[in-house]
């Protein structure tokens, strides 16, 4: 529910409201508007709730009840339902504004694999201009014989790429806290706690997007520094899920998400395309959600060649940033080399994004 307070509204009034809400047993969080304090926010179970209580308050404008399921990701919900077309909400990154006017990229490969390879792609990365540089350390595999990532070696070398060449890191927590090592000896450190403390985006991949204890415990761990989360949507789930997993880390604390969309599982056979990629669902996030929404066109494709068109499709459909993989040498990647364009590719499509950025803002 959000309950709008007039223009004038005495801080006395504003108490008032708050007190109310307190008393009711919900909590509150206060959406600036432009002039102060003017659109309060009330989270809880409000269904047995009468409007009135709150709306013959004085001081109070209007009460909008929230219909949907999901609430603090809502478009109405950040927008004060009167300008709900026009907020998302913007995510900054140190200097780097995610969801406002600007096209955001972020590039690297799929998983660390050496020193050579993380700095190789950190340096032509950042000469291109691209603020945010990808790169697993602990990889999810499908199977446990494939290449698990090289854990906190792997952090050890994207913090430096980051010092050299001043990029931020995105990097995916599994939930894991426990990793195995290629010769089955175990990590020393809590992984999450890791990670969290190494990335500047943390990643959530696709298989977690269900695991929604992960997802508090992400909201938990973050309620103070508010890290941004890329939540990444799971390749059979529904918009509305989706929508709800994003829920459920704003609601424990980080209202910092953003909504990447990585394709999902059809009819569609390998040989042309790993999976879908799901462009339709930018306008349906967009007109659901205040979260800004990046697009995956590598994992959504599978295969290099189809990276290009597919990313321009889903900036024109207005997505607010891309998650490419780039490797310096795809042929001997470890991981999702197929995918995997090469630097020239990059530059070539982050200046075609960009311009096609322009145009639809
Ligand atoms: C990845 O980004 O490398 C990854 C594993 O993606 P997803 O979770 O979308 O499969
Ligand atoms: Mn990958």
């Known amino acids: 529910m959000i309950i709008h307070l007039t223009e004038g509204s005495t801080e006395e009034q504003q108490k008032a409201v708050l007190k109310r809400i307190g008393d009711d047993g919900f909590s509150h969080e206060i959406i600036h508007g432009t002039t102060g304090i003017d659109v309060i926010g009330v989270l809880g179970d409000l269904s047995g709730v009468e409007i ?9 404008a209007k009460v909008v009840r929230i219909s949907k399921p999901y609430k603090l990701v809502s478009r109405e919900y950040a927008a004060g339902a009167e300008q709900q077309f026009k907020a998302t909400k913007t995510i900054e990154v140190g200097d780097v504004t995610i969801g406002g006017d600007e096209l955001t990229i972020m590039a690297g490969p799929c998983a660390v694999e050496s020193e050579e390879q993380v700095m190789a792609v950190a340096e032509y990365v950042s000469e291109m201009g691209i603020p945010i540089m990808r790169g697993g350390a602990y990889k999810p595999r499908t199977s446990p014989y494939s290449f698990q990532g090289m854990g906190l070696e792997a952090l050890q070398l994207l913090a430096k790429a980051r010092d050299k060449y001043g990029l931020k890191l995105i990097i995916e927590a599994s939930g894991l806290h426990r990793h195995m090592r290629a010769d089955d000896s175990l990590e020393k450190n809590n992984v999450l706690e890791n990670v969290i403390s190494y990335a500047d985006i943390i990643q959530v991949g696709a298989r977690n997007m269900k695991s929604y204890g992960f997802l508090q415990e992400l909201g938990l ?8 989360i890329l939540l990444k949507r799971g390749d059979s789930s529904p918009l509305q899920d989706f929508l709800l997993a994003a829920e459920y880390i704003v609601r424990s604390g980080n209202p910092n998400v953003m909504l990447c969309l990585r394709g999902i599982q059809t009819f569609e056979e390998d040989k042309f395309q790993r999976s879908t990629p799901d462009i339709g669902a930018i306008a349906v996030l967009k007109r659901e959600s205040n979260l800004p929404v990046i697009f995956d066109p590598s994992h959504s494709t ?13 900036v024109a459909a207005g997505a607010d940033g891309l998650l490419i993989e780039t490797h310096n040498n795809p042929a001997n990647a470890l991981c999702d080399g197929e995918q995997s364009i090469m630097k020239d590719e990059l530059a070539s499509i982050k200046s075609a994004a960009d311009k096609i950025r322009k145009l639809v803002r």
């Open 52 to 60: 009135s209580r709150y709306s013959e308050l004085d001081g109070v």
């Open 221 to 228: 761990l973050t309620k103070n520094t508010k890290t941004p």
């Open 302 to 314: 599978g295969y290099r060649e189809n990276v290009r068109s597919v990313s321009l499709a889903a």
